[in-house]
C-alpha cells in the first residue's frame, strides 16, 4: 500500500502513570489491598487460588494433575505424582514432586507484587519435545482478553478476512504466542471476565488453548525450562489489569503534541512539480512542502510529520542512518521549517546495521547476531543485548536526532529474527535465538528510548513501535502494523486497538487507510 497516509495516536485505557493519593490497587479508596492464598489438593495435584474469601481461579484437570509434561511430537502427557515432600519457607510453599516415569517436579507457590500469587512448574531432564503444561479450570461462560493485538494467530490476512468470526474474546481460539510480523504487538497476559489476571513470566513461545478443545479448560505449554505464572486478583477484570500494569512497568507518557494528528508517505520522491503541475521552488522535499502546505490550505491540522524508507541512501533507503540529499536536499533547514509550523519531525529506522560503513564496522566489533539472511546479505540484524553494541547503535541515533528529530518510527523488530528452528545459536548475552524471539522488541525499544534519553529534544520526544512485547510500554507507543483497507480492516483495527488495552499497551494508534 503506497501514498499519502495520515495516523492518529490515541489513548485507549487511562491507567496510572505513577501512583498519587491513597487509593488501594484494586481501586477503593481506604480498602486494603487484595492478596491471593492458595489450597493444595494432592491427588491429583491441583492448586485453588483464592482472595478476599472467594474463590479466584483452579490449576486443575478433570481427574489427572493440573501440571504435567506436554510432549510436542506425540501428543502424549507425562502427568506428576502427588506432593512427595512440602517445604514451607518464609510464605512459600515448594511441593516436591515426581513426574509419572520418576523423574523430579516442582511446584513452587509464593507471594506476587501487587497481591498476586506466583505459581511455577519445573521438571529435570526434559525431552527437546516436551513443554511444561498447566490446565486452568474455568466456567464455559468466562470471557479472555489480551495476549496478542491480532485477531486470528497465524498469517495476518486472516484477521481481515471477509466473515471472520473471532472476535475480541479469546475464548475457542488456540494461540501459538510467538511474534509475527506485521500486527506485532503480544504480551503473555490475558485477563478473565470472572475478575482475574494471568501472566507467564516468560518470553519463550508458548501454547494456549482458551477453551477451544473443552470448555471448561485453558490449557497453556510452554517452550523453556519451566512454567511460571504470576495470577493478579481483581476484584474486577480492570482491577486485576491496573495490579498487571503496575507489575510490569506502568506506559511512557508522550507529549501533548504526539496525541494530534500524523502525516506520513510511504515513499518521498522530490519532484519538480507539485501535483497540479504548478513548478516545485522550495528548497527542500516538494512533496514534504506540498503536504504539509495543502493540509493548511485545507485547515487540517498536523503534528507529527515522519519520513518512511528511503531518507538515505542504498537498497535499504537508510545505509549508515546518513541523508540521501538528492531525494532531501538541505534536511536540516526543512526540519526547521517544519517546526516554525509546530510540527515534530520523525525518521523510519529497523535495528540492522547496513551501509558500507557500519556494517563492516559492527561486524569487526562483534556487535551482530550470529545470523545471516541468503535473501537480505547486506542487513544483519544488532546484537541489543550487548551493552557496547547498544551504546555504538546509539550514538548514531544521536547524530541524527541533532539534526532537529523529535523521534524515530521504529519498523520491524519481528522480521528477519532468527527463531532457534531453522538457526540454533545465542545472543551475546546467553539468551537462545528462540527465547529472544519474543524478547527482541522490547530489546529495540529500550535501546531507542535510551538515544532519545541522552539526546533530550527540546519540547519532548517519542518513539513509535509496531511490534511489541511485555515491558515494552516503558519505552514507546505502538501503531498497528499494515492494516487492510476495506471493512474488514477497520473491524480488525478496532479489536486490536481493545486487546491493546487489555494487554496493558495503553497509547496505541492505526493509519487511516492502510
Not at 494461540?175 to 516468560?202: C, H, M, W
Not at 534536511?331 to 560503513?357: E, S, T
Not at 536526532?401 to 531453522?422: S, Y
Request: hydrophobic fraction near 40%; glycine fraction near 12%.
Amino acid at each position: 500500500m503506497t501514498g499519502n497516509r495520515a495516523f492518529l495516536l490515541s489513548a485507549v485505557l487511562v491507567l496510572p502513570v505513577g501512583c498519587a493519593g491513597a487509593r488501594d490497587p484494586a481501586g477503593t479508596p481506604g480498602a486494603p489491598p487484595a492478596t491471593v492464598t492458595w489450597a493444595i489438593q494432592e491427588d491429583p495435584l491441583a492448586v485453588r487460588l483464592s482472595s478476599g474469601g472467594r474463590p479466584l481461579v483452579t490449576f486443575a484437570s478433570a481427574g489427572r494433575s493440573a501440571f504435567y509434561l506436554y510432549d510436542q511430537d506425540t501428543g502424549d502427557r507425562v502427568d506428576l505424582t502427588g506432593p512427595v515432600e512440602t517445604l514451607l519457607e518464609g510464605g512459600r510453599t515448594t511441593l516436591g514432586l515426581r513426574t509419572r516415569d520418576g523423574r523430579k517436579a516442582s511446584v513452587t507457590l509464593e507471594p506476587g507484587p501487587e497481591g498476586s500469587a506466583r505459581v511455577a512448574f519445573e521438571a529435570g531432564a526434559l525431552k527437546p519435545s516436551e513443554r511444561p503444561s498447566a490446565d486452568l479450570g474455568v466456567d464455559p461462560t468466562e470471557g479472555f482478553y489480551g495476549l496478542m493485538e491480532r485477531v486470528v494467530q497465524g498469517h495476518q490476512d486472516e484477521s481481515w478476512a471477509p466473515g471472520t468470526k473471532q472476535g475480541l474474546d479469546l475464548r475457542g481460539q488456540t494461540i501459538e504466542l510467538v511474534v509475527l510480523p506485521t500486527v506485532s504487538l503480544y504480551s503473555p497476559f490475558f485477563v478473565s471476565s470472572a475478575g482475574y489476571g494471568v501472566l507467564v513470566d516468560s518470553d519463550w513461545p508458548g501454547v494456549y488453548d482458551m477453551g477451544a478443545t473443552a470448555p471448561g479448560v485453558v490449557s497453556i505449554r510452554y517452550e523453556g525450562p519451566d512454567l511460571p505464572f504470576v495470577v493478579f486478583p481483581g476484584p474486577g477484570p480492570a482491577a486485576a489489569q491496573a495490579r498487571y500494569a503496575r507489575a510490569v512497568g506502568t506506559t511512557i507518557l508522550p507529549p501533548e503534541w504526539a496525541f494530534g494528528p500524523w502525516r506520513w508517505r510511504d515513499d518521498h520522491v522530490h519532484m519538480p512539480a507539485y501535483y497540479d503541475g504548478t513548478p516545485a521552488t522550495a528548497p527542500y522535499n516538494s512533496q514534504v512542502v506540498e503536504d504539509v502546505l495543502m493540509m493548511e490550505a485545507l485547515g487540517i491540522p498536523c503534528s507529527v510529520y515522519w519520513v518512511d524508507r528511503p531518507w538515505g541512501p542504498g537498497d535499504f533507503g537508510y545505509d549508515d542512518l546518513e541523508w540521501d540529499t538528492t531525494r532531501f536536499p538541505r534536511p536540516v533547514d526543512m526540519i526547521d521549517w517544519l517546526a516554525g509550523r509546530d510540527i515534530r519531525f520523525l525518521l523510519w529506522i529497523v535495528d540492522w546495521a547496513v551501509g558500507p560503513k557500519m556494517l563492516p564496522e559492527a561486524e569487526s566489533r562483534g556487535y551482530l547476531v550470529g545470523a545471516e539472511w541468503p535473501s537480505q546479505p547486506n542487513a544483519r540484524l544488532i546484537d541489543l543485548t550487548l551493552p557496547a553494541a547498544v551504546e555504538w547503535w546509539q550514538d548514531a541515533l544521536v547524530e541524527r536526532i541533532g539534526d532537529g528529530l523529535a523521534g524515530f518510527k521504529c519498523d520491524r523488530g519481528e522480521e528477519k529474527e532468527p527463531d532457534g528452528i531453522v538457526l540454533t545459536g545465542q545472543y551475546a548475552d546467553g539468551t537462545s535465538f528462540r527465547e529472544g524471539r519474543n524478547a527482541n522488541p522490547r530489546w529495540y525499544a529500550a535501546a531507542v528510548h535510551g538515544a532519545l534519553e541522552r539526546a533530550a529534544p527540546e519540547g519532548g520526544y517519542v518513539s513509535i513501535f509496531r511490534a511489541g512485547w511485555r515491558g515494552s510500554q516503558q519505552h514507546t507507543v505502538f501503531w498497528g502494523g499494515d492494516t487492510a483497507s476495506g471493512p474488514w480492516g477497520l473491524r480488525s483495527a478496532i479489536i486490536a486497538m481493545q486487546r491493546a488495552a487489555a494487554m496493558h499497551f495503553p497509547i496505541w494508534g492505526s493509519d487511516t487507510c492502510g
